[in-house]
Every structure is written in C-alpha cells, then in structure tokens.
C-alpha cells in the first residue's frame, strides 16, 4: 500500500486516531447500552422510550461505522473488540436492568459523556489541522447534545 500523503504528520494522524479511538469506544459502548435498555424497558413509557431507544442505536450503530473508518483513512487501525472498547471508554457498564426513568438518566449522562470525549478529540484534530475528523467529531458533539436534551426532557 502507498504511503498516505494527505497534509497530516504521521505524528498527528496518531494522535488524531488516538482520540477517534476514544470516541469510537464511548459511542459503542453507549450503542450497547442503549440497545440493551431498548430490549429490556418496562412501565408505562415503555412504547415511547422503545421506540425513542431504537432510533438512538439505529443512529450510533452509522456513527460508529463512520468514527472507524475515520480512523482507518488516517492510517491507523481502529479497535473492534469488547476488551479494546471497555479499556477505551470512559462510560461504564450498568449491571443489572434499571427502571426507565433510570434508563433515561444513565443514557443522558452517557451522551454527555461522549460530548465531553468528543471535545478532547476536537481540539487535537484542529491542533492538527485536520478538518475532516474535527467536521466529523463536531457533528457528533451536537448529535449527543442535542440526544441528552432530549432525554432529559423525558426525564420525571
């Protein structure tokens, strides 16, 4: 394969991967999250935050997909396993099935803490100047700010 010659370091695009890394683990780490409170939500919400919860992991599932490959155009690999993934993020599993006002507020602190992985990311991509993952990191930003208002505006 030839060598990548798009006007960013080797140097950067590291550095750029590695906080994608970070990213790409948040966003599917909450994937798996919000898709197992999709599976699992009760009570009398229980239609309203199904459906709510299947359009948020239909949209993480494309997100992750673009992060990856994000990461792979700059060269570097990107994880692709639960181990890499649950080293990377900074959102922790929840053990046992919540209640859905709980769902609700786990997944809101999650989203902003995908906006707070993503605005480590972005000050690395502009520092690199690489407008393609700070484009791509700053649309996430505003997708989870805007999925956490959301939330909480389910919330009780």
């Not at 929840?94 to 786990?106: Q, S, Y």
């Amino acid at each position: 394969m030839s060598s990548i010659d798009i006007g960013i370091s080797k140097d950067d695009r590291q550095s750029v991967a590695e906080a994608l890394k970070h990213v790409l683990a948040d966003s599917y780490t909450l994937y798996l999250q919000t898709h197992n409170f999709h599976w699992n939500v009760t009570g009398p919400l229980f239609r309203e935050l199904h459906l709510m919860f299947e359009e948020h992991y239909t949209e993480l599932a494309e997100a992750v997909d673009e992060i990856a490959e994000r990461i792979r155009t700059l060269g570097i690999a990107a994880p692709g396993t639960y181990k890499a993934f649950s080293e990377l993020s900074a959102i922790k599993e929840v053990d046992g099935v919540p209640e859905a006002n709980d769902m609700v507020k786990i997944l809101t602190q999650s989203h902003e803490q995908v906006v707070k992985t993503c605005r480590k990311a972005l000050k690395i991509a502009q520092d690199a100047e690489d407008e393609s993952s700070a484009a791509l990191v700053s649309d996430r930003m505003r997708i989870h700010e805007k999925t956490a208002w959301m939330l909480r505006a389910s919330e009780k």
